[in-house]
């Protein structure tokens, strides 16, 4: 009986993790520096921030240019050739393959006077 | 509708621009269009194969992404744990101070740039004992605490890139159960066209990574090119055995055991097949220094580790 309750724990909590994995993703940013989150599993629905000190020096892979990081879409934009690299986990995928073509006004929040 | 169009135009001016480009490359039409087709059909090894060069970025994505879990375990199997001591030889030669900026390409999990930290934590702590020991009477703790905190220009930082997301997330996850909070930034990145701007690393890195890269010479460009003035390019790699007796120990032992390990340890045969024959096609000692000279680094020179299994390369951009 012990065995079924505790193997019923523990599918329980993956499931829940899984769950919690899949939910929609409300970033918010808290401070400029990343927080250590000791607790990994727990707060899974919110993406570990993103740390902007690290935008003093990244900058687009092709144009060689700064980007802006859009705390909405948890982006990093380059304007001049409208594409958005994402940002998993806290960590900036640069590679030019992997980023989105921006479509203007649709998907990119505060699109610059046109 | 005015946006759709902008963003045709700018997709027509970029196609236009790069047959613009192309054309006044090659003034003779015929023999630029065979240029551009021998291009595609460029090939090169992926191991002791042969294959087209997009093909191997994907299978060499695709061998990190399978080993990423059990890499650092493989690591201390496969080499008895004498890669720790490689990588500690390189941060004694590299020597960072305090407030020295590094950007370690291809590295993954993310071991040099721990042990770059705990370095210059060493280090700092050296600099306090040191300006502290000319005061006698008080203990020298009272006197560190009087001292203010050293202004460094910006405190030293450490960026990890590499173009395989598994391996920083293990490498961030190793980061996240230390502890640090600060310091380290993890960035996925192409070593062969690195998003970061000119001049702006003092110390660039690249472990046991520069093999797997397709165009080892864009490499070389990129790392001249993120690099201040005066600053260092280090690359680990395995390297030729000098020594018969010892060279053909280690054949047997590469081609023998560490397959057999991999298979093993983390359930793939075939990524560890990929990495003995990738340690053979690489240039030996002298012709990678000459490629690095080629990149345009100077004072470059290197140093064999284990008989030459390992050579740690040096250059500097001045």
Same mark, same amino acid.
């Given at each position: 009986m012990f065995k079924n309750v505790l193997s019923r724990l523990v599918t329980e909590t993956v499931r829940v993790h899984r769950n919690v994995k899949h939910a929609p993703l409300i970033p918010t940013i808290t401070s400029a520096r990343v927080s250590v989150r000791s607790f990994t599993d727990v707060k899974d629905e919110v993406q570990p921030p993103f740390d902007s000190s690290l935008l003093e020096f990244l900058v687009c892979p092709l144009s060689k240019k700064p980007l802006r990081y859009d705390a909405n879409t948890n982006e990093l934009i380059n304007e001049e050739l409208g594409i958005a690299y994402p940002i998993v986990d806290g960590i900036p995928n640069m590679i030019p393959q992997e980023a989105r073509l921006l479509q203007k006004g649709a998907d990119s929040s505060n699109t610059p006077a046109q | 509708m005015a946006a759709s169009m902008r963003l045709l135009a700018r997709r027509v001016l970029r196609l236009s621009n790069r047959n613009v480009t192309a054309s006044a490359a090659g003034v003779s039409c015929p023999s630029c269009r065979c240029y551009s087709d021998a291009a595609e059909d460029r090939s090169t090894h992926f191991g002791f194969e042969t294959v087209p060069e997009e093909e191997k970025a994907k299978r060499v994505y695709k061998v990190f992404e399978n080993v990423a879990e059990k890499y650092d375990v493989m690591n201390d199997a496969m080499s008895l744990g004498v890669h720790r001591l490689w990588k500690d030889m390189l941060l004694h030669v590299m020597h960072p101070q305090p407030g020295a900026r590094l950007l370690d390409v291809a590295g993954g999990t993310g071991d040099i740039a721990f042990r770059f930290r705990d370095y210059i934590h060493s280090q700092q702590e050296r600099q306090k004992r040191r300006a502290v020991r *000319? *005061?006698? *009477?008080?203990s020298w703790q009272d006197i560190s605490n009087k001292y203010p905190s050293e202004d460094r220009p910006h405190e030293s930082m450490a960026v990890v890139c590499d173009i395989n997301k598994e391996m920083l997330n293990v490498g961030k996850k190793r980061a996240d159960r230390m502890g640090i909070t600060s310091g380290l930034s993890w960035v996925v990145g192409d070593a062969e066209e690195l998003p970061f701007d000119d001049d702006q690393f003092d110390i660039y890195t690249i472990a046991f990574g520069i093999r797997n890269v397709t165009h080892v010479d864009q490499a070389l460009q990129e790392a001249l090119r993120v690099l201040k003035p005066g600053g260092r390019f280090m690359c680990l790699e395995f390297s030729k055995v000098t020594n018969p007796v010892l060279a053909s120990l280690y054949d047997a032992y590469s081609f023998q055991v560490i397959p057999v390990l991999g298979e093993v340890i983390a359930g793939d045969w075939k990524s560890y097949q990929y990495l003995v024959e990738s340690i053979r096609k690489f240039p030996d000692q002298e012709e990678f220094k000459g490629m690095i000279e080629d990149a345009g680094f100077y004072c470059v020179r290197y140093y064999n580790l284990t008989g030459g299994v390992v050579a740690l390369h040096s250059g500097f951009k001045l």
């Open positions: - | *000319s *005061s006698q *009477s008080l």
